[in-house]
């Protein structure tokens, strides 16, 4: 199973969260692709059979700005990719009335799209850890264990 990754980053966690994903899903037997900034068109190359997306939240809960290119042109272009799995991992900081609105609204966009959700999402809070990679392990573990069904 192709797995998609896309991900959005204000200051690097995220994206260092989305190539551990990327390690733990070829660990666990599935095709998984990372790439900073991608565009529309290249994850369509790339065909992927389920999406994962590792976002931040910034501002008053919004998408950060390299993942704001691609949130758009989905929403947009609206590809055909109704009942594909999907998940959406987010970290996010508690301490704000918006945690995890980046999570959130992929997780909209996904629905619109008509992907069904393969796990639920993850919120990883900044105030309580200081390890995402790690503490995303189970989840992305359980995120495999789905995909591979």
């Not at 690097?12 to 989305?18: D, F, L, M």
């Not at 594909?84 to 619109?112: N, Q």
């Not at 639920?120 to 900044?126: A, I």
Request: glycine fraction near 8%; hydrophobic fraction near 45%; aromatic fraction near 6%.
């Amino acid at each position: 199973m192709k797995v998609a990754i896309v991900s959005g980053s204000v200051y690097g966690t995220a994206e260092e969260v989305a190539r551990h994903a990327e390690r733990q899903l070829k660990a666990a037997g599935l095709d998984a692709w990372h790439k900073a900034n991608m565009s529309l068109d290249e994850l369509l190359a790339f065909a992927p059979d389920a999406l994962l997306t590792v976002t931040s939240t910034t501002g008053m809960g919004e998408l950060p700005d390299n993942l704001l290119p691609l949130y758009s042109e989905l929403r947009d272009r609206l590809p055909a990719m109704a009942g594909r799995p999907a998940a959406v991992l987010a970290l996010g900081d508690s301490s704000y009335d918006t945690f995890c609105g980046g999570g959130e609204l992929m997780r909209e966009l996904y629905a619109e799209l008509g992907l069904r959700e393969a796990v639920e999402m993850l919120r990883l809070d900044s105030s309580e850890t200081v390890t995402p990679e790690s503490d995303a392990e189970p989840w992305l573990q359980a995120l495999a264990t789905a995909l591979k069904g």
